[in-house]
């Protein structure tokens, strides 16, 4: 007996009527997709029929940082100062340029930025490339197709950026890949810090399970005619991304996680670095292991961005609150982060809202845009740190709750699995949770946690954020980058 039979005349037509639309969406989107593979596959073609009719591209003996948002605050931004710092003691007399669309970014206020945000202090003052296209890579631009949308807005941005300055060695630190043939085209030597891979297995995986998340919406993962479309468009995307990824000279990646999936997409192992980030572990290590429990502190530091998963957290404090033992002290939830436009903003403020929903709100702090000071200052009073990103390619925060004493609380995948919270000579640096019960019961632990307990997991904690100092990122780095930029062999 078939489905159909089997399904009352009125229930099948409302199946019926329910497939119909997305079949149609699923047609649409084959199309559309087809029109934007044609696109590129006419970019490409009009950019190197341009090229090949110049003469050979020169380029200046400099090297450029394609980094157009150089006031987001996060760990990308210091690996940025970091790497430029580097190149600078590396090579003395090779001058530095930045190309950003931060229309007040000036060569002074980037390096008061660097020391002031970072506590990196540059050699001298980066140039400044200004860049008029940014619209072009922001999601917002790209309601359906984002990722396609923003890897070409890049490369139309890198158009734009190398008109204006070409440098013998262009650097990515924000994961452009669909910009490196294009930067080779125009003879520089293509160096990039890949923080993580624009697409991956674990996403396809998802969508193929039909799990919602927020780069899978619920329209999509409630679909199957949906899901094999957007199945189809990353097969088709991963397979342009290596691509476009193996044409990198050096390819440097912050992580076990990154870059395993990296060399399976991109498929250059050789020429392929795992290169730690910067964590400031220096200022953070000479904080006090004693902490102040009236009220215990907690703190979650990262950008106001959907994927870090701020909510999760806010639930999670909202169910340790609920189980804590009435002779406790309340203690307190401090979010720390910024914001990169409207849509964080309205993301904070959303927060904001839940926690009074939550009838929490006395017991949660938000600090925004605060000052590297600032920052220092709140990790020192903290005894556990948040973090609940999915699949978070390193976890820069969760070092610097390490370093600060502060007992980590991270997310049971990726980056802090596989390199950061691991024991440190056989004694616990902290606790690992996928679900909003874990993270509760993980917070309930460390609230109860005996204080001699807590500074032995602390100081452990911080033995293990060593590996993760400036100074392993300066060592890795120059080591990585030598012998493109001084020719070696």
């Not at 006419?42 to 157009?68: D, S």
């Not at 100062?81 to 600078?88: D, E, G, N, S």
């Not at 199945?231 to 992580?255: E, R």
């Not at 990262?302 to 189980?323: D, N, S, T, V, W």
Request: glycine share 6%; aromatic share 10%; proline share 5%.
């Amino acid at each position: 007996m078939g489905l159909t039979s089997r399904i009352p005349r009125t229930q099948g037509l409302a199946v019926t009527t329910l497939l119909e639309p997305d079949r149609e969406s699923a047609v649409a989107s084959m199309a559309i997709l087809a029109g934007l593979l044609t696109f590129v596959s006419t970019l490409l073609a009009l950019a190197l029929r341009r090229l090949l009719r110049r003469r050979a591209p020169t380029t200046a003996a400099a090297a450029g940082f394609f980094h157009p948002y150089t006031n987001d605050g996060g760990g990308g931004e210091r690996v940025l100062w970091c790497a430029v710092r580097a190149v600078q003691e590396l090579c003395p007399g090779l001058p530095c340029a930045i190309f950003t669309g931060d229309a007040d970014a000036s060569p002074d206020g980037l390096s008061t930025r660097a020391l002031d945000r970072f506590g990196v202090r540059l050699l001298r003052p980066p140039q400044v490339v200004h860049l008029n296209r940014r619209k072009w890579i922001e999601a917002s631009t790209y309601p359906r197709f984002t990722m396609i949308g923003q890897s070409l807005g890049s490369v139309y941005l890198a158009w734009e950026a190398l008109n204006k300055f070409t440098p013998q060695f262009y650097f990515d630190t924000s994961g452009y890949a669909f910009t490196y043939p294009l930067a080779r085209l125009f003879g520089c030597k293509v160096i990039c810090y890949t923080h993580y891979p624009t697409i991956s297995s674990d996403m396809v995986e998802r969508v193929k399970q039909r799990n919602s998340m927020y780069n899978n919406n619920s329209r999509i993962s409630g679909s199957i005619w949906l899901s094999r479309c957007k199945i189809l468009y990353y097969t088709i995307f991963s397979w342009l991304y290596g691509l476009v990824g193996s044409c990198a000279h050096l390819v440097m990646v912050n992580s076990s996680w990154t870059r395993s999936h990296i060399v399976n997409t991109w498929k250059v192992p050789e020429r392929t670095k795992r290169v730690y980030p910067p964590c400031d572990t220096s200022a953070l290590q000479m904080l006090p292991l004693e902490r102040s429990t009236t009220p215990p502190i907690l703190i979650s530091v990262a950008q106001f961005r959907p994927e870090k998963a701020h909510g999760l957290q806010l639930e999670a404090f909202a169910l340790a609150l609920q189980r804590l033992d009435s002779d406790f002290l309340k203690p307190k939830l401090q979010f720390v982060g910024s914001c990169r436009n409207k849509e964080d903003l309205e993301r904070l403020q959303k927060l904001q809202n839940r926690s009074t929903e939550l009838h929490i709100d006395e017991f949660v702090e938000f600090h925004k845009d605060v000052s590297y000071r600032d920052l220092v200052q709140l990790l020192g009073g903290a005894i556990a740190g948040l973090h609940s990103m999915t699949d978070e390619h390193f976890g820069i925060s969760v070092v610097e709750y390490m370093a600060a004493a502060a007992i980590p609380i991270a997310h049971k995948s990726a980056g802090p699995m596989m390199d950061i919270v691991l024991d440190e000579d056989g004694h616990q640096t902290g606790f690992l949770a996928s679900e909003k019960e874990e993270f509760a019961e993980a917070i309930l632990e460390v609230l109860r946690m005996p204080e001699p307990e807590r500074r032995e997991m602390a100081a452990a904690a911080r033995n293990r954020a060593q590996r993760f100092s400036e100074q392993r990122f300066h060592k890795d780095f120059t080591e990585a980058v030598r012998p493109v930029l001084l020719g070696q062999a």
